[in-house]
């Protein structure tokens, strides 16, 4: 089984922290991503990697930096977290294009 | 046009009910097709992939009309545990995935 890995189920950070979530695949996966959920607004593209070192913006990438120097781990950083940015953070990873993505447990993060 | 729309629901069943939901996008050019199911607070897990043939997997069945731009997917024999949100992803191109905001389903006894 694919097993994806967040490292917090629970994060609360305050007002401009720099804020770090980290997401682990085993399975050699090349594309990685990261999505946030909000009620009402469903599942929306945050930032994805389809190899080491490469990245691409998604349809929300403001406020947000990624970072994938190795393989099986992606890196979502809030750069100066903002109160808007409270939301349900998730990662998936696929083995390629056209295969189905698998997702973490997701990062419950709210921002105080 | 909205890329990929769903009905939001509810879709209220009894149990043993059959339902189905469609999912509708806008690329002709989409490529992939999944269904993914969503429990409340939970991440979304895959379903089923969806083929141009269609195919089945148990009381499911998924099928895929490219002229008329939509999925659908058929539970037969509704179960409480089917209860849960329902996502449609369609994909086209490298880095284009773009999910549905998902059909809730409550199935009661």
């Known amino acids: 089984d694919v097993k994806v890995t967040q490292s917090s189920r629970y994060l609360v950070k305050r007002t401009g922290e720099k804020v770090f979530l980290e997401c682990v695949q085993d399975?050699?996966?090349?594309?990685m991503f990261w999505y946030r959920q909000d009620p009402g607004l469903g599942l929306r593209l945050i930032y994805f990697?389809?190899?080491?070192?490469?990245?691409e913006k998604g349809d929300i990438p403001e406020g947000y930096s990624v970072s994938r120097e190795k393989k099986e781990r992606f890196s979502l950083i809030l750069e100066s977290a903002s109160t808007n940015q409270t939301s349900m953070y998730l990662c998936a990873s696929r083995v390629v294009r056209d295969q189905p993505q698998h997702f973490g447990d997701g990062t419950r993060l709210s921002i105080l | 046009r909205k890329e990929v729309e769903q009905d939001p629901g509810p879709f209220n069943v009894p149990e043993g009910a059959t339902v189905a939901f469609n999912c509708t996008y806008s690329n002709s050019a989409s490529q992939s097709f999944f269904w993914y199911r969503q429990d409340c607070r939970k991440e979304p897990k895959l379903l089923m992939s969806?083929?141009?043939s269609g195919n089945e997997d148990g009381r499911f069945t998924a099928q895929l009309n490219r002229a008329s731009q939509y999925i659908s997917l058929l539970i037969r024999d509704s179960k409480l545990s089917d209860s849960a949100t329902y996502l449609c992803v369609v994909t086209s191109g490298y880095s284009t995935l773009t999910f549905g905001k998902g059909t809730m389903l409550l199935v009661s006894p």
């Open positions: 969806v083929y141009s």
């Open positions: 990697s389809y190899d080491v070192k490469m990245k």
């Open positions: 399975m050699d996966h090349e594309n």
